[in-house]
């Protein structure tokens, strides 16, 4: 899918497994995968602005914290996150495991 050094801290990826778009983000060394789909209209998630781990959807602005999954205070819209592992050197994605919304 990836290798882990194409993603170094501060870069992201955009990938598509399984037909889905899916984003990767490395926030000072960790990788997070989310839907490449805003929870709230469905824009592409790929060009938000990122400060720090919270991410500016550019549609209409809500925010995600990608370290916690969830927007303080945004009730249920969060972006549907994926586990991503790291084996020998390739990002390895489990789509079918995705957390619930
Ligand atoms: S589509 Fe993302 S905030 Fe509206």
């Known amino acids: 899918m990836a290798q882990a050094d194409e ?9 598509f497994v399984d037909g889905r778009s899916i984003v990767l983000f490395n ?4 990788v997070h995968a989310i839907d490449n789909s805003c929870p709230h209209n ?7 602005r990122l400060e720090g781990s919270v991410l500016q959807c550019p549609a ?3 925010r995600f914290d ?24 390739s990002l390895i994605l489990q789509v079918d495991s995705a957390s619930a919304p």
Request: a positive charge.
């Open 60 to 62: 209409h602005g809500l």
């Open 27 to 30: 926030i000072d060394g960790a």
């Open 42 to 48: 469905g824009a592409s998630l790929a060009n938000g």
């Open 66 to 89: 990608l370290a916690k999954s969830c927007e303080p205070g945004s009730g249920s819209l969060c972006p549907r996150k994926f586990p991503v592992q790291e084996v020998e050197g």
């Open 7 to 15: 993603l170094l801290p501060g870069q992201r990826k955009l990938v």
